[in-house]
């Protein structure tokens, strides 16, 4: 990675890069120009879609151009190094690491446990929420059972009084 980012910030690669840029600045300004090979009354106005697309690559092309320019304002690391050489610190950690015998090496039981133990945790905690809200609707389906069938009851009883008031008019008028 440092090699490829030191040859790309070389004075070359930069003086490559603006030109690029400028390059692609300059060919969108002249693909937004059409020549002028009709008249005034045939003259056709651009779309909004062409609008469009001409205006996203002009933008494109002055980030592009303006991402180049401020590339060489920035100075580098090494600028500021002063004969101080980049350390190894982080190579030396991982010799050492090689030498004992690489990492952990139990990390894939860890996630199948830490993974089960979630997948338990939270189908507790929304299997509880199911069943209070299960519990809350067949009670009120229960409660509204129990309504219907007191309701009915009771209107049966009713039904029997009059069948009854009913008989004994009938008899009485029978036996009269």
């Known amino acids: 990675f440092s090699i490829s980012y030191y040859f790309l910030s070389t004075p070359t690669a930069l003086i490559q890069r603006k030109y690029r840029a400028n390059c692609l600045l300059y060919w969108c300004i002249i693909s937004s120009k059409q020549p002028n090979t009709l008249s005034q009354s045939q003259h056709s106005r651009p779309t909004l879609t062409q609008m469009k697309v001409k205006s996203l690559l002009f933008t494109a092309a002055a980030a592009i151009a303006s991402m180049a320019s401020a590339q060489d304002q920035y100075p ?4 500021y190094a002063d004969g101080y050489e980049q350390d190894n610190l982080y190579e030396n950690y991982a010799m050492k690491q ?8 139990n ?8 993974f089960g133990l979630s997948y338990v945790i939270g ?12 519990k809350a609707k067949h009670l009120k389906d229960q409660k509204a059972l129990y309504t219907q069938y007191y309701n009915d009851v009771y209107k049966l009883e009713e039904q029997k009084a009059d069948q009854q ?5 009938l008899q009485a008028a029978l036996q009269s």
């Open 76 to 79: 580098e690391y090494q600028d």
């Open 123 to 134: 189908a507790k905690v929304h299997s509880s929420r199911i069943a209070k809200k299960m």
């Open 107 to 114: 990390g894939i039981i860890k996630i199948g446990v830490s």
């Open 165 to 169: 008031a009913i008989i004994e008019q």
């Open 98 to 105: 090689q030498e004992k015998g690489g990492g952990g090496g």
